[in-house]
């Protein structure tokens, strides 16, 4: 996939972390996240995330329908199996965003919505939800991303794949009609980065922005790419763009309660 000064998907790897914490300290357990699943796995391979919003229904990114192999013309019958906190289950139909253009443009225009939802064939009982962030005050708030495969740290980017689940925190630096994190160098000149500064990479798209509020955790943003300028990804100065729930958390509920 070539990349040159646009939004890049994320198709293959994980986690990207600060380079001064070790590897260990970002591992993540995936009973502390059961409502986010990966949407394929090859081996140790996990391509694309997913999180349950409701108790049938996930969000994901629109790309990542087509990149985890979901079937593009749904009949009846079809099925999509996935694992859900160890749990099987199967995708039976998705709903894409109204705005949507059915592939991303090369400028990823904000008019662009890369979300879509995805119906499971029965109600999931033993994970609870994230709830939707509602609030429109995320600009400057810490958030944490989570995703599987490869990892690697800022200096030089992605590395490994070892499979296992690593967490981040980054710190919202716009948000207008999507969310924007920006990866700083902890050792830079008037560095903002935040303890476990990160970002998502290669193969977490549709992952979750989480952000807290006193106990409990809420779904803000889902993963949809990279800002490519040129000198590679997963390079700490770099961008990555995340959907804005509270800005389309109306049609979530809309598509939630007719389909």
Avoid at 130 to 157: C, H, K
Wanted: aromatic share 10%.
């Amino acid at each position: 996939m070539t990349c040159l000064f646009f939004v890049c998907g994320l198709p293959a790897n994980a986690i990207v972390m600060r380079h001064d914490t070790g590897y260990g300290s970002y591992l993540a357990r995936e009973t502390d996240y059961p409502a986010v699943f990966p949407l394929l796995q090859q081996n140790r391979r996990k391509t694309c995330i997913a999180t349950l919003v409701t108790a049938q229904w996930a969000i994901t990114a629109a790309h990542c329908v087509e990149q985890a192999g979901l079937p593009l013309n749904w009949r009846a019958g079809d099925v999509f199996p996935v694992q859900i906190a160890g749990q099987p289950h199967a995708v039976v139909s998705v709903i894409y965003h109204p705005a949507w253009p059915g592939q991303a443009s090369e400028m990823r225009e904000a008019a662009e919505v890369d979300l879509a939802l995805l119906k499971l064939q029965v109600t999931v009982d033993h994970v609870s939800p994230m709830p939707l962030y509602t609030g429109r005050d995320e600009q400057g708030q810490v958030m944490t991303f989570v995703g599987w495969g490869y990892s690697g740290i800022g200096s030089t980017a992605e590395q490994f794949n070892d499979g296992r689940l690593r967490f981040a925190r980054n710190t919202v630096a716009a948000a207008s009609s999507q969310l924007r994190f920006q990866f700083d160098d902890p050792h830079a000149e008037q560095s903002l980065a935040v303890p476990f500064e990160g970002i998502p990479g290669l193969g977490d798209s549709g992952g979750p922005a989480i952000l807290r509020r006193g106990a409990e955790e809420f779904l803000a943003g889902v993963a949809i790419g990279e800002v490519e300028q040129g000198r590679g990804l997963g390079l700490y100065g770099a961008t990555v763009i995340y959907e804005r729930i509270s800005l389309h958390s109306d049609w979530i509920q809309e598509v939630v309660a007719i389909h």
